[in-house]
């Protein structure tokens, strides 16, 4: 008997469907017509035990025990699913041969390879099991999958990393969070304080943009334009690009806070010739954008429908495993297999059928197209989110479905047209012996852009022409005139332009995943920053709308509008913890180790041993210090459950840790 232990019932029944008839129905499994059978986790079904099951002292909160670190580490059953596992324990016991039908990700890895290893699977059943990765819950890409199945021991290091990321959660997060609840009560702080390695640092970048903002006072910089003829009376602008000169009069922007500086320039570039000093005009093209993964669907569906990053990912599990007219969404890649670029003629025909409005203008996408979006060595447990074959009924979605399938299978449609092809001037122009610049863009052939052409917009080419690169894409200004190098010019009219400094905006849900999934930018320490790749960031696609939305059930975080900012417990609490605990390094770095660690980069031990060192560190931190930014703070009402970090009965204790340790990580 084959047995295929699937992440979830739909995934199970997805499997099930197409299997040899008839199907026999039982307690938590289906058996096929061959006698192969399919069950299922209900997502991981096992957990970390708590501390009182390597201690019985540790049920209780004290200092002295801190930091805790199994010798070796204990799993136990979920209650609300301990039936499951049993029924999975007489069916691996069963099988012949075992399928790992688990989502396609690290979590997905795990949580069936730690039920199989639950039950002492070894020799040659174990050597023998496979690996199911299924994307796509129509019966026929189910088939496909089938007929792909690889060796699961080519996943043991995706499993290996994601299982030191669920002990390095629990060795940090049991122990920071037991601490800081201690020395909280020290203060008067009556609640649980919870410190994760995600939570907090994200938790920390919101509070640093709340008090920038506080602290802002803004100052005004000034800009000058210089408003340009030629012969012919063309008109176009041009602005000043202040030399190194004028440093000791802008700011680190690189703005000029001077007026009288500005005013001087005005007043010399008033009725004087120019010279066009420097031409760059040439075609350009830009490719088709990239298929989705999840953060940048939720990206762009808060800017765009104003959804939270958990209503995203609860809208795509939904178009996914109950109408399946998409492929699996907790992907963090935006690329393709190549093999699936014979697929793209049915996919875009379902698209078409089920949503034509999403093509605007005469043009149809063409399936030879091929864009760069195919790429076999960028894509491994799973690909880009894209639409499946099957049909959609747009009235039977709901609004919410209905925008992100359109959104999603709009990106797909845009790999089968041409690149975006426009031809791009830089113009430098020197007056009285300062320099100016602007650029004009003028589309050729918009190509895939066509497709996110708003409804009422022309598509017949144009062109724009501005002083300042941040508004190149601006319609409402002129083209300009046909320039060459040397060509003289008159200078009018100087314009100065002034201005003010504005303060950073408050986080909103597009960009504090934005920040997420791009944390390399908040990383303050220069050599993890060498570390890092730009797509380094906190947490996972499946965890990080979880963890943006549990900063809100804690109430450390609340919205003001579309606005994201920290409480007074929030701010209080990231005011008590080290900086290290608060900035975004550490995880990153850890997320880095734990990529590596996926890819046989680096080993599990290498990345455990110098957290287990790190944390004792932190602990003695905590001890020494008063979380005096908690005082006269009250806690909220619902705190968050208490099961590995319930507190208990709370006892006053030394402040210096004994360091009941263990001294190894199994």
Not at 3 to 20: C, H, N, T, W
Not at 423 to 429: C, D, F, I, S
Not at 439 to 457: I, N, T, V
């Amino acid at each position: 008997m084959i047995l295929y232990i699937a992440e979830k019932p739909s995934l199970g029944r997805a499997i099930a469907d197409v299997l040899p008839k008839p199907h026999k129905k039982g307690d938590g499994h289906i058996i096929a017509g061959n006698g192969d059978c399919v069950s299922w986790c209900i997502g991981h079904l096992l957990e970390q035990a708590e501390p009182d099951a390597y201690d019985p002292e540790f049920k209780s909160w004290k200092f002295e025990h801190l930091p805790i670190v199994p010798d070796s580490w204990k799993m136990k059953a979920k209650p609300k699913t301990r039936s499951q596992l049993t029924i999975l324990k007489g069916l691996i016991k069963q099988a012949s041969q075992l399928v790992n039908a688990g989502d396609p990700d690290r979590e997905g890895q795990l949580l069936v390879d730690e039920v199989i290893a639950h039950f002492g699977v070894k020799g040659d059943k174990l050597h023998q099991t496979k690996r199911l990765l299924i994307s796509d819950l129509n019966p026929q890409a189910v088939k496909r999958a089938l007929g792909q199945m690889r060796s699961n021991r080519e996943f043991v290091p995706l499993s290996t990393s994601a299982l030191a990321r669920s002990r390095a959660d629990w060795l940090y997060g049991l122990n920071m969070t037991r601490a800081y609840t201690i020395q909280g009560r020290k203060v008067g702080y009556q609640g649980v304080l919870s410190v994760g390695r995600v939570q907090t640092p994200l938790l920390g970048l919101v509070v640093r943009r709340d008090e920038e903002i506080a602290n802002f006072v803004s100052k005004p910089f000034f800009e000058v334009l210089a408003n340009l003829s030629t012969e012919h009376n063309e008109h176009f602008k041009a602005k000043w690009q202040p030399s190194e000169a004028c440093q000791a009069y802008m700011d680190e922007e690189g703005r000029v806070l001077s007026k009288g500086l500005a005013q001087n320039v005005v007043g010399r570039i008033t009725e004087q010739p120019a010279c066009v000093v420097g031409l760059d005009s040439k075609d350009k093209k830009q490719n088709q954008p990239l298929p989705y993964n999840l953060s940048s669907l939720q990206i762009d569906a808060a800017k765009r429908f104003g959804m939270s990053a958990k209503e995203v990912l609860d809208t795509c599990q939904a178009l996914y495993e109950k109408h399946k007219l998409i492929t699996y969404p907790r992907s963090d890649s935006r690329y393709l297999p190549v093999e699936q670029f014979s697929m793209a003629p049915s996919v875009i025909k379902a698209v078409l059928s089920g949503a034509r409005e999403l093509v605007i203008g005469p043009e149809q996408p063409d399936s030879k197209i091929k864009s760069k979006a195919w790429n076999d060595k960028k894509v491994d447990a799973h690909h880009a989110i894209i639409p499946t074959e099957k049909t959609a009924n747009l009235a039977g979605l709901t609004p919410r479905e209905r925008q992100i399938y359109l959104q999603l299978a709009r990106q797909y449609l845009a790999q089968f047209y041409s690149p975006y092809l426009y031809h791009e001037t830089l113009v430098e122009v020197e007056i009285a012996g300062g320099k100016f610049k602007t650029k004009a863009k003028q589309d050729k052939s918009l190509g895939w852009k066509q497709l996110f052409a708003k409804k009422g917009e022309k598509l017949e080419e144009k062109g724009s022409a501005v002083g300042d690169s941040s508004d190149d894409d601006s319609d409402a200004l002129q083209k300009l005139p046909q320039l060459k190098k040397g060509q003289v010019l008159h200078s009018g009219q100087g314009e100065l332009i002034e201005k003010q400094t504005q303060a950073p905006k408050h986080f909103t849900d597009a960009t504090l995943l934005g920040a997420m999934t791009g944390i390399n930018r908040y990383v303050t320490d220069p050599e993890i920053r060498k570390i890092l790749k730009d797509t380094d960031g906190l947490g996972t696609e499946a965890t990080r709308a979880g963890i943006i939305e549990l900063l809100f059930k804690r109430n450390y975080l609340s919205r003001s509008g579309k606005s994201i900012v920290a409480t007074d417990v929030g701010k209080g609490l990231i005011n008590s913890l080290p900086m290290s605990a608060t900035t975004p390094d550490m995880t990153a770095l850890w997320e880095s180790n734990l990529d590596a660690i996926s890819r046989k980069e680096a080993k599990y031990i290498n990345f455990m041993s110098p957290l287990v060192d790190s944390l004792a560190q932190l602990i003695t931190q905590a001890g020494a210090q008063l979380p005096t930014s908690l005082q006269g703070i009250k806690a909220p009402k619902s705190n968050f459950k208490k099961r590995a970090y319930s507190r208990k009965k709370t006892t006053k204790s030394a402040a210096k840790p004994s360091g009941r340790r263990a001294t190894k990580v199994s």
